[in-house]
Nanobody, 122 residues
Framework: QVQLVESGGGLVQPGGSLRLSCAAS????????MGWYRQAPGKQRELVST???????NVADSVKGRFTISRDNAKNTVYLQMNNLKPEDTAVYYC????????????????WGQGTQVTVSS
């Protein structure tokens, strides 16, 4: 099973920046869709951004223009650059690898990291 390890979270003031990294234990395939999700206390986990090979991205409206997702398949790593952070961005951020492949039938697989805390506060 693929292991994902997030890093880069921490405490930052409003308007500040953080760069999250997610390292995979094995090669990220070109067919994989990588993503970042977040979950605040008492709330549902929500999509932040995803990226497919070829730099095709999907970004939540709440972070559009502020967050940028990128991937480096050679380094088995996906990044989330977060700028102009707001208090409402406070959450645990999770890395996700979504893989579709054929194992007797089409299978949809999801792997998740342990999460990294991002706190935006004065």
């Amino acid at each position: 099973q693929v292991q994902l390890v997030e890093s880069g979270g921490g405490l930052v003031q409003p308007g500040g920046s953080l760069r999250l990294s997610c390292a995979a234990s094995e090669s990220i395939l070109s067919i994989d869709v990588m993503g970042w999700y977040r979950q605040a206390p008492g709330k549902q986990r929500e999509l932040v951004s995803t990226i497919a090979n070829g730099d095709n991205t999907n970004v939540a409206d709440s972070v559009k223009g502020r967050f940028t997702i990128s991937r480096d398949n050679a380094k088995n790593t996906v990044y989330l650059q977060m700028n102009n952070l707001k208090p409402e961005d406070t959450a645990v951020y999770y890395c996700n690898l979504h893989r579709r492949l054929w194992i007797g039938a089409i299978r949809e697989l999801d792997y998740w990291g342990q999460g990294t805390q991002v706190t935006v506060s004065s």
